[in-house]
C-alpha cells in the first residue's frame, strides 16, 4: 500500500471515530495541553502590558508561532516513536490524535443538547446548555433567538471546527503523506485555539492577540471558501449562495465566519445576525441572508445534515486523488 493510502485510511479512520464516538468526557484532549500553554505564558507576561505595542505584537507573534509549529513537531515525534515499537501503533496514534482534531460529533451533540430542553418546553435548561457553548448572554434569550444562535454556532463552526482540520488533513494526505495526517492538523488546531483565547479586540488581547488572530484568519481562509462552494453545489441552491454571499458576507467583520454563516443561511433560506449581548455590552451582527423560512429544529437538523454531507465529500474527493496518485505512480 502507498504511503497516500495509508495517510487516507487515518485519514478516513479519524473521520470516523469522530463521528462515531466524538470526544469522551475527560479525555486527555490536546487542546487543553494548548490552552494550558497558552495561559501560563500569557500571564507569565501579563499579555504584555506596559510594553509598546510592537512588543506585545512581537511577544504574542512569538507565542503563537511557538504553539502552532511546537504541537505539529510533538505530533509528528509522537508518531514516528510510535512506529519505531509497531506501525500498527504509530497508526493508531495518528488515528487517534487526528480524530482530536475534527469536531463534528461534538458540534451535532452540543446542537442536540439545546435542542432537546428547548423541544420539551424547559427553556430555562436550553439557555444554560446553550451558555457552555457560545459568548453571547444567554439568559434573556426567548426561544427564536436561541435556535438562531445554535444555527449561527453550528454554521460558523463547520468551517473551524469540521472542514478546516479535514482541509489541511486532506493536504498533509494528498503532499506529505510521509507524516501522516496529524501534524497538519494539529498546527491548525493550534491556530484555532489561539485564536479563541487570545484572538480579541479588546484590551488585554488588542496587541498580544494580533497575530493569532490574523494568523487563525489566514489558515482558514482557503477552506473556508471550499466550505461555501460546496455548500452551493451540493445544496442545489448555487445561485443564491453565490448571490448572498457576495453581498452580505462582505459586512461581517470577520473575513471567514460571515462566509460561511451566509452559505448555510442562503441553502437554508433564512436570515442569521441581529442584536447579541456580550457580557454586558450590546452589539449588532450585520443581518446575513434573508428569511425566506423561520429557524426551527428542522432547519437545524437540515444543517447538520449539510455539515455531515460536506464533510463525505472531502474525504471521498481526497481518496480518489489518494488511489489516482497512488496508481500513476505505480505504473
Known amino acids: 500500500m502507498s504511503c497516500q493510502l495509508i495517510a487516507y485510511t487515518i485519514l478516513l479512520a479519524a473521520a470516523l471515530l469522530d463521528f462515531g464516538l ?6 486527555p484532549h490536546p487542546v487543553r495541553w494548548m490552552g494550558a500553554y497558552i495561559q501560563f505564558v500569557s500571564n507569565r507576561f501579563n499579555y504584555g502590558q506596559g510594553w509598546p505595542i510592537w512588543g506585545q ?6 507565542l503563537t508561532l511557538s504553539l502552532i509549529a511546537g504541537s505539529a513537531l510533538i505530533s509528528w515525534g509522537v508518531v514516528s516513536s510510535g512506529m519505531q515499537i509497531s506501525p500498527l501503533l504509530g497508526w493508531g496514534v495518528a488515528v487517534i490524535g487526528t480524530a482530536s482534531g475534527f469536531a463534528g460529533r461534538s458540534l451535532r451533540d452540543a446542537a442536540e443538547e439545546v435542542l432537546a430542553p428547548l423541544t420539551s418546553g424547559h427553556l430555562e435548561e436550553a439557555r444554560q446548555a446553550l451558555a457552555k457553548y457560545v459568548g453571547r448572554e444567554t439568559t434573556n434569550l426567548d426561544p427564536p433567538e436561541i435556535l438562531r444562535a445554535v444555527l449561527e454556532t453550528v454554521s460558523e463552526n463547520a468551517t473551524d471546527g469540521m472542514m478546516a482540520p479535514l482541509f489541511y488533513g486532506a493536504i498533509a494526505t494528498l503532499c506529505v503523506p510521509q507524516l501522516t495526517p496529524l501534524p497538519l492538523v494539529m498546527a491548525y488546531k493550534a491556530a484555532s485555539t489561539l485564536d479563541s483565547m487570545i484572538g480579541y479586540r479588546e484590551p488585554p488581547y488588542t496587541h498580544w492577540g494580533w497575530f493569532a488572530a490574523k494568523t487563525e484568519d489566514l489558515l482558514t481562509w ?6 461555501v462552494c460546496l455548500v452551493a453545489l451540493s445544496s442545489g441552491q448555487w445561485q443564491r449562495v453565490w448571490q448572498w454571499c457576495c453581498r452580505d458576507a462582505p459586512k461581517d467583520p470577520s473575513p471567514n465566519s460571515g462566509w460561511s454563516e451566509c452559505a448555510y443561511a442562503a441553502a437554508l433560506g433564512v436570515r442569521l445576525g441581529g442584536v447579541n449581548t456580550y457580557r454586558g455590552q450590546t452589539k449588532v451582527k450585520p443581518f446575513l441572508g434573508k428569511l425566506l423560512y423561520p429557524i426551527d429544529q428542522g432547519i437545524i437538523l437540515s444543517a447538520l445534515r449539510l455539515s455531515r454531507r460536506l464533510y463525505l465529500i472531502t474525504l471521498a474527493l481526497t481518496g480518489g486523488i489518494a488511489l489516482l496518485g497512488s496508481k500513476l505512480f505505480s505504473i
Not at 22 to 27: A, L, Y
Not at 57 to 62: D, F, K, T, W, Y
Request: charged share 15%; glycine share 22%.
Open 57 to 62: 505584537r512581537l511577544g504574542g507573534a512569538l
Open 22 to 27: 466524538g470526544d469522551p468526557w475527560g479525555w
Open 222 to 227: 482557503l477552506p473556508c471558501r471550499w466550505l
